[in-house]
């Protein structure tokens, strides 16, 4: 009998150790449970602060949008503000129009103006004297002159022009020449300028006819360079 009661006693010990370790891990489960959920609810807290506070910002901004008074739209009467003008006013711009008070281009703006040209050099030698001059005529003789041989260079034959082609009116064109070329003459290192062309040419294309007044190549020359 003693045994059997020393044995009970043991088991209901070792049952109320149990227990009080079950409650003890319980506690400590849920004091964990409890502080995460506290944690959880202030940061839901803070959000909700949060917004409350973004929402009234925004309510104050839409209220200020709203009291902000409108301009009042006031239609006007248009008013006319083109210039009347009588005959007399009329005829006075039509007398300086055609009095020319109203500027023209200058002629210089409504001419074509080409340069041309080129620069030549010329070298010769001449085994026998030939006739003076730009032209060779004839050659003398030995018995003439003898070892008369020569060598000569010469530039005179550089060319330069200008063409001006003008206005056309009335299917007549107008045009001009201006050339030179340094075969005027002088010494044999110091050539003069000769004018080969200068002249002024009104051409009707459609009936195949122009005048030309100026200088310019004779229409027959044997000496035409």
Aim: proline fraction near 4%; charge should be negative; glycine fraction near 6%.
């Amino acid at each position: 009998m003693q045994q059997r009661k020393e044995g009970f006693t043991m088991k209901s010990t070792v049952v109320l150790i149990s227990m009080v370790l079950l409650a003890v891990t319980a506690g400590i489960c849920r004091a964990d449970t409890t502080s995460e959920q506290a944690r959880e609810n202030a940061e839901l807290r803070q959000r909700v602060e949060l917004l409350e506070k973004e929402l009234a910002e925004l309510k104050k901004i839409v209220m200020q949008q709203a009291e902000i008074p409108k301009p009042e739209s006031k239609t006007e009467p248009k008013t006319d503000i083109t210039p009347k003008l009588n005959e007399t006013d009329l005829e006075k711009i039509a007398a300086m129009v055609y009095s020319g008070n109203i500027k023209k281009k200058p002629v210089w703006s409504n001419l074509d103006i080409q340069l041309y040209g080129y620069l030549k050099l010329d070298a010769a030698y001449d085994s026998s004297r030939t006739a003076t001059g730009n032209y060779v005529k004839w050659v003398d003789s030995e018995n003439t002159n003898k070892n008369d041989n020569e060598f000569n260079m010469t530039a005179n034959e550089t060319r330069l022009g200008m063409m001006i082609t003008g206005p056309e009116d009335n299917g007549v064109k107008t045009s001009g020449r201006v050339e030179i070329d340094f075969f005027g003459g002088g010494a044999e290192n110091k050539s003069r300028i000769m004018m080969r062309h200068v002249y002024l040419k009104i051409d009707w294309p459609d009936e195949r006819f122009s005048i030309i007044a100026g200088q310019t190549s004779d229409v027959i020359s044997p000496l035409n360079p």
